[in-house]
């Protein structure tokens, strides 16, 4: 039977036991997502030894895991206090959302140890997919020329095989609200070292280093490096010269989303402790723009950004 691209379905919930399925299904926990998952990634070794006579030796598999890539859209759950469809993917890749009050969800950075794991579930069509024990990267983009964009590159999972059964009967993916367009209306506060700036395009990513470890069989979160990208209009030197702040430390505070016109789809970012490591320059609307990119320092325990909704 073929496999049609369009009945492609992803499912996630977050493991109480690391590599224990959780047995996620479409009714309670389909994902809104474009899955980019290679269902098998294997690691063979070539056989090496003398038979008397040329060609191969043939190959043995030392490890296997599930690989690939989620993206879905940044929007808030539409009330101020509601935790986004999307947070279980958030927290595989080590973020940590806490209701505060009634007035927003805090997003933090989550100590890499402590990074939660999901069974994903994969449906294509009437294949499935259990992929278990499963962390990823993350990065959110806000861009005039596209909705905003949360992404999970590097998303590892623990092989398993597939089996054919029927297709998902529901797939339930009402509690995914639609987000909120970038444009120069929603996107409020700009802020970049005290610069107003006229911003076109941010991309924070996490910098998650995640990897398969087959001492353990686990998918692991090594290492952390949050960076932020900005393509923004470029001021004359007499403003600011960006050039000239190469190398320095400065705050990055960003809003997006109107007060009180779009609660519950209000998304801030800020970054107290930026270093300005590359400026290049490049030609948008036959008008001079910087793409700015930024080390997040941390001063503390994962401090290196905080965001929230509300």
């Known amino acids: 039977m073929t496999i049609l691209k369009g009945e492609f379905v992803f499912a996630a919930k977050v493991e109480a036991t690391y590599g224990v399925d959780v047995t996620p299904d479409t009714t309670l926990n389909a994902m809104r997502v474009k899955a980019n998952i290679e269902i098998a990634k294997v690691d063979l070794e070539a056989m090496d030894y003398d038979a008397g006579r040329t060609g191969a030796k ?27 469809a999307i ?65 999970f590159p590097s998303y590892k999972a623990i092989y398993q095989a597939q089996v054919n059964g029927a297709k998902p009967a529901t797939v339930d993916l009402t509690a995914f609200t639609n987000p909120l367009p970038t444009d120069p209306i929603s996107f409020v506060t700009q802020s970049i070292f ?53 190398g320095t430390y400065g705050a990055i505070d960003l809003q997006h989303g109107q007060d009180t016109v779009n609660l519950g789809n209000i998304f801030e970012a800020n970054v107290a402790n930026a270093q300005l490591i590359n400026v290049s320059s490049s030609e948008r609307n036959k008008m001079s723009y910087l793409n700015c990119s930024f080390e997040c320092v941390p001063t503390a325990a994962n401090n290196e950004i905080t965001m929230k909704h509300r």
């Open 194 to 246: 005290g610069f107003n700036a006229s911003i076109s395009k941010v991309t924070i990513k996490g910098g998650n280093e995640v990897i398969y470890m087959p001492e353990s069989a686990s998918v692991q979160i090594v290492d952390r490096k949050v960076t932020v990208d900005i393509e923004f209009k470029e001021p004359t030197p007499d403003v600011k010269d960006f050039y000239e702040l190469i």
């Open 87 to 151: 947070a279980p993917l958030m927290q595989a890749a080590g973020l940590k959302l806490t209701v505060n009050g009634i007035t927003h969800v805090d997003i933090e950075l989550d100590d890499i140890s402590n990074a939660k794991s999901v069974t994903g579930k994969f449906w294509r069509g009437t294949a499935a997919q259990t992929q278990v024990g499963a962390r990823c990267d993350w990065e959110i983009e806000l861009s005039v020329d596209s909705l905003p964009r949360l992404k």
């Open 58 to 84: 043939g190959s043995l598999e030392k490890r296997r895991w599930v690989e690939g890539s989620l993206e879905g859209y940044l929007a808030g759950s539409g009330t101020a206090d509601g935790i986004p």
